[in-house]
């Protein structure tokens, strides 16, 4: 088992920036994957992007290319996503994910097994 707990987030000006923090202990040794998501009200979760944990290769949706930045600590066992220039359609909860084992289409909800408890991004206009 993972558990997954996020911090971060909040209200935050368009143009802004912010930093979410997702710290996972338990069977961490064993990650391959950990992925950040988005769902907005009334709209399906979405994938923001993710990183495959040994390599620390990065991949990310088209909507936040170029002003996002997913990194990791692997002392840490912490993941995290850097967002700037804020627009109010970035407001959603976002939520980290993670995996043990590639498992289908790893930007899709259904790849993904462990999941943190949400938080809410808001970004004022």
């Known amino acids: 088992q993972v558990q997954l707990v996020q911090s971060g987030g909040g209200l935050v000006q368009a143009g802004g920036s912010l930093r979410l923090t997702c710290a996972a202990s338990?069977?961490?040794?064993?990650?391959?994957?950990m992925a950040w998501f988005r769902q907005a009200p009334g709209k399906e979760r979405e994938f923001v992007g993710r990183?495959?944990?040994?390599?620390?290769?990065?991949y990310y949706a088209d909507s936040v290319k170029g002003r996002s930045t997913i990194s990791r600590d692997n002392a840490k066992n912490t993941l995290y996503l850097q967002i700037n220039s804020l627009k109010p359609e970035d407001t959603a909860v976002y939520y980290c994910?993670?995996?043990?084992?590639?498992?289908?289409?790893?930007?899709?909800?259904?790849?993904?097994?462990?999941w943190g408890q949400g938080t809410q991004v808001t970004v004022s206009s």
């Open positions: 994910a993670s995996v043990d084992a590639p498992r289908g289409i790893l930007s899709s909800v259904r790849a993904y097994t462990y």
């Open positions: 338990g069977r961490t040794f064993s990650t391959y994957s």
């Open positions: 990183v495959t944990w040994s390599s620390g290769a990065t």
